[in-house]
């Protein structure tokens, strides 16, 4: 893809995290862990992402620092085809990224 360019989410346009946390396609990296996690599904690797967890969400991430999250956008067409993400912490040896291309 050529035409393609980094978002920054409003918290409007979540719908599309919560779709994609939803997906067993995209999550199936996720699956199998023992997660202590409210809403993780250990069969699939999907994550609940409610709306009324949005506003908590880019609090604690869209507004952190050391935390980069984007959609990657179709301008050709306007839509969301995928979204990266990078958590750097300090404290840990290692840090995460995600990525999802549809």
Known sequence: MKNIKLHKPSI???WFREKCMSDS????YNAGYDINYNGY?????CVDFPQD??????????????????YILNIETGQFVGY???DLNPT????????YKK
């Open 12 to 14: 409007d346009e979540l």
């Open 25 to 28: 396609d995209i999550m199936s």
């Open 41 to 45: 599904h250990k069969d699939s690797g």
């Open 53 to 70: 967890k949005w506003q908590d969400w880019v609090e604690s991430k869209l507004n952190n620092p050391n935390f980069f999250y984007a």
């Open 84 to 86: 990266v993400n990078f």
């Open 92 to 99: 840990k040896k290692s840090n995460n990224g995600n990525c």
